[in-house]
Every structure is written in structure tokens, then in C-alpha cells.
């Protein structure tokens, strides 16, 4: 019995652990019910048509040649399956209520579709829920640029069918993807779920190089390949106040999920940030500086180094010390308070006997930029008259109005201050009212909110921006990191803290039309 005395050390107990908790997670993941879940794969991404390419011998079919407008063709097919252990209703499929009739969204990243049908449905039936043609209002697939729309289609467990997808455009080196909400589940590609013969092979061949060579095994054990989507290293992330609450539940979020990952959060402003961005950038000297660094709105300092990533639609809103209770306020009032012509509140229709005191951000703040740019209408605001946010110290102005450096320090003055007023992102006022020491302001009538926005009826937001020093590596933490930002976890994030992701589907108009509505000389200090 020697040899088994051998077999049982600790270190071959260990290994032996090491397998059976994996296989159960796995074992786990894939076969415990209660989840819905969408997976999708791509079957075939290839080129049909290489004729854009410089070398001397291209490849086209005969059928090309008098369709011009077909050059860089390439054909997809993309599986979309129930893999879960739920049937999928129709009513699960989380959308807005002006796209009611979206389900999924197939994307092809920088390739445009030209043309699609659906192939191999498990069952005709499916066919029914998949018409050729449908438009943004009723059912059916819809073709716009590189996305497909699909409509919200019930799937019993083990149901599938394929989209076959003819587009153009020099994005082969991007993998399709599928994006989408479900109640109680998730979507995800799957294709690393394929092969459990290939992963448990693995798995045992690990097991005998431990009871063989039990050091190196034990070494091996400890450098498990991260998980798919994860970077490791260390990355910090710069930049606006107004978004740095989902940056700091996103890092935890993104620790949880990568343990090799680190990131760091610091909050200094937009400008700083993007100030700091390009510092770190300069000094790295060629190779790339694990910086990611946001702001309200588009960087106008110029340079074309910092590459722009578009994440989200910030909503800003005024805020008034609660002695303040007006119901709204004007554009055209908050013009002439902030160039230090109102200087008591009893001067506006409804307001009380109180002196104006104007608490601001300073030079460099993304949200003073977008607060100068949507409401003052370009005006900047007058120089700065307090150190103290109550008591007049410089200029010569007979407005009190002070600097702060954060969208917290400016709700704690406004709280504490007697006929303060500020702006700061929604999000952060609304919980500071709950407490009843600040008071939201309607603008022109209008109350400030994410359907406001999006609707573009409120005036006061700004798209948010993440900006790299040069384009990321694609297995870097940056990228991963911002991958992760786009990605459920992500959004669910950014919408819990009253922003618009543009990686949902029903924001993605608003957002390109805040991008083109956004000129990045608008804000230099942003």
C-alpha cells in the first residue's frame, strides 16, 4: 500500500481539489437551471471577395464582377441559440417603449450589411417570428449600417436558427457580436462552451502531470489563464467627477470578475484628466500607458493622439440650496445671474429675499464646460469673487461666486450655503435631494431625466467620452476594461447611475445625434 501512501500527499490532494472545483463551476454554469440565457457563435466569417486588397493575385466570384458596389465582400453566418435551461417569451426581451418590437442586435464592427436570411430554424414556426422585412415599429429583421435588428422572438429550450449575412467594408479582423437584455439571463457567445470534450482532456492530462512532477505542477496550478474578457495589470482610470461613481462601482465589479486585474479610480476633472492622459502618454515613450481618462464631453485640446470612445449620455442639472424653491428656472435668467446681474433672488418672478451665491466648477471642469456650452449659450462665467463660497474676497463683482473642484464638494456648499446655487450630474443631485437640503430645478420648464434626453427635450447634457493615448491593444486591460464598459455588467451600471449607455440599442440614436451635435472645440476645458 505504499503506492497509495504516495498518491495521497497534500500536493496531489490539492490538484486533486483543484479539478473537482473546476469541473462543478463549469458543471455549474452550463447545466444549472434557473437562468435564461441567449448564446450565439459565428459559424463562417470569410472573405468572397479580396479584390480591395493591394497584392497582384485577387480572388472574386464570376457573380461579382458586375456589382461594383459589392467590392470586400464577405459572408457571415451567425448562430443564434437557446442554450439555457428556460424557454425565452417574447415579453422577456428588455426594450424601451419606442422600440417595443426589438429584441436582439446582431453587429458587424466597421462592415456594412448588405443583405440577410435567416437559414436552419430548428422549427418552421420560427420562420413566422422572423419575417424578411420589418421596420422599427413591427416585426421583423431590419438592416441599418453595420447592425441587424431583430425582432423579440419566443425561443424554447434547445431552439436556434442562423443569420446569413452578406455585407462589405474592410472590418474582417472585428468578430461579429450579438447585444441584447433578458429578463432573469444574459446573453453571451458561447463558443467557448463548444468544446467540454477537449477542456475535461485537459483537465485530466493536468491531473497526471501533477502526480507526476508534483512542483511544477503546483506552479502550473497557480497560473490558470484568465478568464475570457479579462486583462491583467494595473490600470487607472482619470477624469470627470460627474462620472467617476460608475467608474468606482465598475473596478470593484471588474476585480470581482478579473482577479488579476487592478484599477484605480482618481476623480480630478475632465481636463485634468485628459491633461494627465496625454502627460503619461508623452512620457511612456512609445509604448502604451495603462491611463484611461473620461469626460463630459469631447476633448478640445487638440492632438491626435488621444483616441475618443463615446460611452455615454451624461444628464446635468441645477441644484438650489432648499431655501431656494423655485420651481424652474430660466435660460435666459440663469444668463444674467452668472454674468453677476441678479443679485438677490426676490429679482426672478417667485423668488425669495436672498442673496445669489453662485457655487461653480473650476477652469478645467468638463461639467463647467457643459454647463457654459448648453445653458450660458457659450458665455463663460465671470471670474471667480470668494474663497469661502459665502463672503466676497476678490473682484469686482457684488455676486458671491466660488470655485469647487468636485461634484460632491459643489452638493455639500449648495446644502450648506443659504441662496447657493450650482450644477452637478443628475444622478448625484437626486440622491442628494432625497435628503430634503438641496432642490432640483426644472430648465425652461422642463424637468431635468434620462427620457428628457433622450426624447431631446431637455437641454442640459452632454455625451461622455473615455480617451486612450493611441489605440489600446486588443489583449490589453484598457481594452478589455472598455469592452467591459460596453458589456451588460457595464450598462447595467451606468443606467443605476442615471446615464444613457450607448451600448443599449434604444439609446444608440440619441447618442449619435448628441455626437454630431457636439463639436470638440466646444469645450477646450473639457
Known amino acids: 500500500m505504499g503506492w497509495l501512501k504516495e498518491l495521497l500527499t497534500p500536493e496531489n490532494l490539492l490538484a486533486l481539489l483543484g479539478v473537482v472545483v473546476t469541473i462543478g463551476g463549469l458543471s455549474y454554469e452550463r447545466f444549472m437551471p434557473g437562468r435564461k440565457r441567449i448564446g450565439y457563435r459565428v459559424q463562417m466569417d470569410t472573405l468572397i471577395d479580396d479584390s480591395t486588397q493591394d497584392e497582384r493575385i485577387h480572388q472574386r466570384l464570376s457573380m461579382l464582377e458586375n456589382t461594383p458596389d459589392l467590392a470586400g465582400a464577405s459572408l457571415v453566418l451567425l448562430r443564434i441559440e437557446n442554450d439555457g435551461f428556460r424557454g425565452i417569451d417574447a415579453e422577456d426581451y428588455i426594450t424601451a417603449p419606442t422600440t417595443e418590437h426589438r429584441g436582439l442586435t446582431a453587429t458587424f464592427p466597421n462592415r456594412t450589411v448588405r443583405d440577410v436570411a435567416v437559414t436552419e430554424p430548428s422549427h418552421p414556426d420560427l420562420l413566422r417570428h422572423l419575417p424578411q422585412h420589418g421596420t422599427e415599429t413591427s416585426p421583423g429583421l431590419v438592416a441599418h449600417g453595420s447592425e441587424i435588428s431583430l425582432p423579440r422572438v419566443p425561443l424554447n429550450r434547445g431552439d436556434h436558427f442562423k443569420l446569413l449575412v452578406l455585407l462589405t467594408g474592410a472590418g474582417t479582423d472585428k468578430e461579429p457580436r ?44 497557480r497560473e490558470d489563464p484568465l478568464p475570457q474578457g479579462c486583462g491583467k495589470g494595473a490600470l487607472t482610470v482619470v477624469g470627470s467627477t460627474a462620472f467617476a461613481p460608475v467608474m468606482k462601482d465598475l473596478d470593484g465589479a471588474y476585480e470581482s470578475d478579473c482577479p488579476g486585474a487592478r484599477i484605480k479610480v482618481q476623480a480630478q476633472g475632465s481636463g485634468r484628466g485628459t491633461s494627465t492622459l496625454r502627460d503619461e502618454g508623452d512620457a511612456a515613450k512609445g509604448t502604451f500607458p495603462p491611463y484611461l481618462a473620461l469626460s463630459d464631453g469631447r476633448d478640445g485640446s487638440g492632438g491626435p493622439e488621444l483616441k475618443e470612445h463615446m460611452v455615454a449620455l451624461s444628464v446635468f442639472t441645477m441644484v438650489v440650496n432648499e431655501d431656494v424653491r423655485l420651481p424652474s428656472i430660466s435660460r435666459a ?43 450660458l449659450g457659450g458665455t ?61 430645478l426644472s430648465l425652461d420648464g422642463r424637468k431635468p431625466s434620462v427620457d428628457a434626453v433622450r426624447a431631446g427635450t431637455y437641454a442640459f447634457w452632454e ?40 451600448s443599449v440599442p434604444e439609446n444608440q440614436q440619441a447618442c449619435q445625434r448628441a455626437h454630431a451635435d457636439t463639436d470638440p472645440g466646444d469645450h477646450a476645458n473639457g
Open 178 to 221: 450579438v447585444g441584447g437584455r433578458i429578463r432573469e439571463g444574459r446573453i453571451r457567445n458561447n463558443e467557448k462552451f463548444r468544446r467540454p470534450s477537449n477542456r475535461m482532456l485537459g483537465l485530466i492530462g493536468g491531473l497526471l502531470l501533477l502526480l507526476v512532477l508534483q512542483s511544477t505542477g503546483l506552479q502550473l496550478l
Open 333 to 375: 435668467d440663469l444668463k444674467k445671474l452668472y454674468a453677476g446681474g441678479i443679485s438677490n433672488w426676490n429679482q426672478i418672478d417667485g423668488g425669495p429675499d436672498l442673496a445669489v451665491r453662485l457655487v461653480s466648477r473650476e477652469g478645467k471642469s468638463g461639467t463647467r464646460g457643459v454647463f457654459e456650452a448648453r445653458v
Open 380 to 440: 463663460p462665467e465671470f471670474g471667480r469673487t470668494s474663497a469661502n463660497c459665502r463672503t466676497l474676497k476678490y473682484g469686482n463683482q457684488d455676486v458671491v461666486r466660488c470655485e469647487l473642484d468636485s461634484t460632491e464638494d459643489v452638493l455639500k456648499t449648495v446644502a450648506a450655503t443659504p441662496g447657493a446655487i450650482g450644477y452637478v450630474e443628475l444622478r448625484a443631485a437626486e440622491l442628494r435631494s432625497e435628503r430634503g437640503d438641496v432642490h432640483l
Open 463 to 502: 455625451p461622455e467620452y473615455a480617451y486612450t493615448y493611441g489605440t489600446p491593444p486588443a489583449n490589453s486591460l484598457t481594452s478589455k476594461f472598455l469592452d467591459y464598459l460596453a458589456a451588460d455588467t457595464g450598462r447595467n451600471l451606468v443606467e443605476k447611475h442615471g446615464h444613457l449607455p450607448c
